[in-house]
């Protein structure tokens, strides 16, 4: 149960550190959102949107925050996971994006080392036919002294020249015949959706309602202003009043800014991306190492993670359905195809594990390649007081949310100051990285998943030794991390588990089918569902997750 939070300490309020456990009730959430009108509505549960309603809040404004589906469950789960200064936009001439990228990727790690790590990225040099070859690499070499020099020297390491040997160190199986050497730098990545969702749960720690499975239906008007939202949330209508609303919906932006203008001309153009998961064995990596694709002006990223590789790209264009974006057979076999052209890998679809496809939503018109257009975001305030927040990208979320929460309070005619820059989310205040890692197993698992706050998964161990046991036979994680998906991180539903809060699906697709049983078992009797619901959630996990591989693997829409 969550209480709106008692008059803390200036400490206590920087450091977010919590003695018990932060358990959120469903219903007492639905009460509150039902009965208390609000400050500040945010609608979208995306990174931006958390962050927004995070800012809000602990600038002393009433917040709070709906999503349709579950936290992160749109783009902000499906994104290449880099927290990274955009070494492209330097090419593209952005230099304060990449300015602002790399403070902000320094404040995340900062502000959650359990959740955001250095990652080093190689970039090998070849003869011909690579991302760069020795006429370039010069040219290359003097870009990545300005993203040094633009703070990329505060990740604490600058970028430096690779020998054939040091390459090969980092990449085994890179093909050595047109190698010619290699450039490091240093970025860092994340899991998005865990980091999507420990913002919103930090949001509810300062005192927002965060709720998921709860759609916004309408608008309410009042004298031509937009005054709240009709939402529905678990088979209840409720009229939301708010001072000011923002839409951070991302891709579905235009559908919220019609309800508000009926004039409303669309203006987010999707651009898709895709990535596919393959065992570390076939593919051994070390960081990421960026190669080309061949036949297309565009790099792939290989990226370990843990026992597996993410291989990606971004950037294509989509018209097809917002809600239902998969990864095709075509997109898996450009991947392939690079990674096999690049590595002496003889990957085929039969390796493939997981796969991801998400939408990006750009801002602008539809001339042009998406690769080449800005990745700046955007906050406007319609005539009727609606402020919306597009584009941008998940490593300047914190920056978005204190900027839409500026225009906000132009709304709502008040003054507060931005306290996001040096606050950490819940689970990073007094996080030591290298000691996690240095544990080794099971502390080092929930270390770097729950931070601080994995004494509050380790302690449900003492309560029920049987949520020691891992999920499923061969999976990492534990059933004690369903129970605690339930009670602390408002998990509804078997897919709410394996694909964000757990990321099984991701990274161990077939592997997270078998614990699907087990995870229904585990939701009925925390959330207290009916067998036939509990059942219903197994099976249609099933039936997406078998979607997915057909369109993967046969080429089927």
């Not at 809000?56 to 789960?77: H, P, Q």
């Not at 970025?187 to 916004?216: K, P």
Request: aromatic share 4%.
């Amino acid at each position: 149960m969550i209480r709106l939070p008692e008059r803390k300490t200036r400490s206590e309020t920087r450091n977010a550190i919590r003695r018990t456990p932060l358990t959120l009730d469903r219903q007492e959430q639905i009460e509150r959102l039902a009965s208390r009108p609000v400050d500040v509505l945010v609608v979208g549960g995306g990174v931006t949107g958390c962050y927004t309603a995070l800012d809000a809040v602990t600038r002393g404004l009433s917040v709070a925050l709906v999503e349709r589906d579950d936290f992160a469950s749109g783009t902000s789960s499906k994104s290449s996971k880099m927290v990274h200064g955009g070494l492209r936009y330097i090419e593209q001439g952005n230099l304060p994006l990449v300015r602002r990228s790399l403070l902000e990727r320094q404040r995340f790690r900062r502000n959650a080392p359990h959740l955001v790590q250095r990652l080093p990225f190689v970039f090998p040099v070849l003869a011909q036919d690579g991302v760069f070859d020795a006429r370039v690499a010069k040219a290359f070499e003097g870009l990545l002294w300005t993203y040094d020099l633009a703070g990329g020297w505060r990740i604490g390491r600058l970028h430096q020249r690779l020998t054939v040997p040091e390459v090969l160190a980092r990449a085994p199986r890179l093909r050595a015949d047109r190698l010619r050497g290699g450039l490091l730098y240093y970025d860092s990545r994340t899991d998005d959706a865990r980091l999507t969702l420990t913002i919103a749960r930090t949001a509810a720690h300062f005192g927002a309602t965060v709720l998921n499975g709860a759609t916004c239906r309408g608008l309410l008007h009042e004298g031509g202003r937009v005054r709240g939202a009709r939402v529905e949330v678990d088979g209840r209508d409720v009229e939301v009043r708010a001072g000011v609303v923002i839409n951070a919906t991302g891709v579905w932006s235009d559908t919220l800014d019609a309800l508000s203008d009926p004039g409303h001309r669309p203006r987010i153009r999707p651009a898709k991306g895709v990535h596919i998961v393959v065992p570390w064995t076939r593919l051994p990596v070390d960081g990421t190492v960026t190669v080309p694709i061949p036949g297309r002006a565009r790099r792939a990223t290989c990226t370990r993670w843990g026992d597996v590789v993410v291989v990606g790209t971004t950037d294509t264009d989509y018209d097809g359905p917002l809600d239902e974006v998969l990864c095709t057979r075509e997109e898996m076999d450009y991947l392939l195809d690079g990674a096999n052209t690049a590595f002496d890998a003889g990957l085929t679809p039969e390796d493939v594990v997981g796969s991801m496809a998400g939408l990006r939503p750009l801002v602008g018109s539809k001339e042009g390649a998406t690769l080449d257009m800005s990745r700046d975001h955007r906050v406007s305030t319609d005539a009727r007081g609606l402020v919306t927040v597009t584009g941008g990208k998940l490593t300047t979320s914190r920056h978005m949310g204190e900027l839409v929460v500026d225009e906000a309070l132009k709304v709502l005619g008040r003054r507060a100051r931005c306290r996001t820059v040096s606050l950490p989310l819940l689970g990073g205040a007094g996080y030591d990285a290298e000691a996690s890692s240095a544990t080794g197993g099971l502390g080092a698992h929930l270390g770097e998943r729950y931070g601080t706050e994995a004494r509050f998964v380790a302690a449900l161990l003492d309560e029920d030794p049987a949520l020691a046991e891992p999920i499923v036979e061969g999976g990492r994680h534990l059933r004690a991390e369903v129970v605690y998906a339930a009670r602390c991180e408002l998990a509804r539903t078997v897919d709410d588990v394996l694909s964000r809060r757990t990321r099984m699906r991701v990274f161990a697709r077939d592997l997270s089918v078998k614990a699907a049983p087990e995870v229904g078992r585990l939701l009925r009797r925390e959330l207290g569902l009916a067998e036939e619901e509990a059942a219903r959630q197994v099976d249609d996990y099933i039936a997406a997750v078998e979607r997915e591989k057909t369109v993967l693997m046969e080429g089927l829409s």
